[in-house]
């Protein structure tokens, strides 16, 4: 390379000015000094340390770089901040685990995702400042006030071959509790899955906000409450399926009941509204945090709790099934598998089914017949038992069934059971799964605590999902369909692509029972001689039961088709591939007003 500079330039200018060069651009300089037709100096770039005989490698801009060049004692000290990071919270917290049953955050992130967790992780040095030593704020390092992660840990993994968002408290650093640089991770974790369309898993452990420290992080506009406007905005978008490994408390109570799905873990988990303490201290009650908001409570009682685990290991098993059955977004369908042969045979259907309406039956003995082996799933099994809820595929396709209990109160449908229906509907539909009904109830309850508890408003969510979902529908009335029930259970009237019928099946305003008693209870009470009056209900009752007989419905068109019970898995899987692509719209309107 030649270079002229100024005339005044010494020759020891002229020199120093030609080495700097050289060993910037790598290459030899000659220096020409004001006009001069002859150069001042010739100047050769610097020799590598390493070896004269190794050659010289190149980079972007003409620079050279060493081949034996490693790690700096700089990037050395990051990685030991990054490991102790990694420790978690004081000793004695993590020591305290075991006892409760529980592993260690870094411990499930393997469980869940494989050795080394999270495939990339965000946030690690959130807090840094305020707890480690090697931070120029602090003086006199605490153990037992480390913060790593400020508590929270936010990332990206693979699970079961998906891709999704993560996060997990770290129950080792106050209790899972939560700050302002946590409350950022999470937020920008929700705000992120928004961008990509991709599921969200929440493994939740926290005490809740961390009230020392709620300046800044609580009533924000980017603060706690953000947490559960960006889940009513995830909700339907993405799946969100949330993870309880121990008591979540107030506001964190509020991320699993947001979540499309939850898991609780039996004997470990927890959520409510306040703490037994606080509960004491508002009301006076007395009252464990089991008892207060454990698993069972959930389950049965509240209906919060979707799945309800044994242990770590089962909770993960139950996620691992719940995702085959969920696309990434409300933009894809669900994943299809390999068809299976169901677990009994199709062939048992029409003996499973009474022929006397009012005797009961285990419906999950007829979805067996139906359902591919081993993919059965249901969920909130103790909630509302007179309706079954479940995922399950059908010659590979994932479909989302809701089926009247006879095994439980006749199978009528009560507030609770309704409830339960709506919503899993509505999810359903959210995330493009078909649906399946299996109709077999004597209609909604009546009764003055019916009432009390609901039963209009529950049965309206029911038949208001029922009629805004624009997935796949089929309908199969198994026995009864009495009374509004029908509707429910999406009949005729609730664009099903075909409401079907067992040979065993009756629609009806009411039962035999109900209808002679209602209609022509006058006139039989007029007949004295009690055989006489016994015959002639007899007989009434199986003239109704003509008129309401499956096949008059399907004489009439009520019903598209009369279905050989042994046929039933074949039909229902040919008519779910046909339809598959079908294509069904709600009016044009911002939404409506029921749900």
Known sequence: MDIRIGGDASDEEARAVGSALAEHVGESVTVYVGDADDATTTVEPPEPESSES???????????????????????????????????????????????????????????????????????????????????????????????GDGLLTGAAEFEGRTLHAMANDFTVKAGSMAGKGVEKFLRMQQRALKTGRPVLYLMDSSGGRIDQQTGFFANREGIGKYYYNHSMLSGRVPQICVLYGPCIAGAAYTPVFADFTVMVEGMSAMAIASPRMVEMVTGEEISMEDLGGAQVHAAESGSADLVAEDEEHARELVAQLVTYLPDNSDEKPPRADSAPPARSPDGIDSVIP??????????????????????????????????????????????????????????????????????VWTCDAYNVPLLYLCDTPGF??????????????GKKMIYATSSATVPKQCVVLRKAYGAGIYAMSGPAYDPEATLGLPSGEIAIMGPEAAINAVYRNRLDDIEDDDERAEREAELREEYREDIDVHRMANEVVIDEIVPPSDLREELGARFAFYEDVEKSVPDKKHGTVL
């Open 445 to 458: 309850m009546a009764g003055s605590q019916v009432e009390k508890d609901g039963i209009l408003e529950q």
């Open 355 to 424: 022929e006397r309406p009012n005797k009961g039956y285990d419906v999950h003995d007829v979805i067996d017949r139906v359902a591919d082996q081993g993919s059965v799933l249901e969920l909130r099994e103790q909630y509302g038992p007179e309706i079954v809820t479940a995922f399950c595929r059908i010659d590979g396709r994932p479909v989302g069934v809701v089926a009247n209990q006879p095994a439980h109160r006749a199978g009528a449908i009560f507030p609770d059971a309704a409830e339960k229906a709506a919503e899993f």
């Open 54 to 148: 190794e050659p010289r490698s190149r980079e972007s801009g003409g620079a050279a770089e060493s081949a034996d060049h490693g790690p700096t004692e700089r990037e050395e000290r990051l990685r030991e901040e990054i490991a102790d990071i990694e420790r978690g919270g004081p000793e004695k917290y993590k020591e305290r685990l075991a006892d409760q049953g529980k592993l260690f955050v870094r411990d499930r992130l393997d469980l869940w995702f494989g050795e080394g967790g999270f495939t990339f992780e965000d946030g690690r040095f959130a807090g840094f400042d305020d707890w480690h030593p090697d931070s120029p704020e602090v003086e006199d390092p605490d153990p037992n006030t480390r913060l790593p």
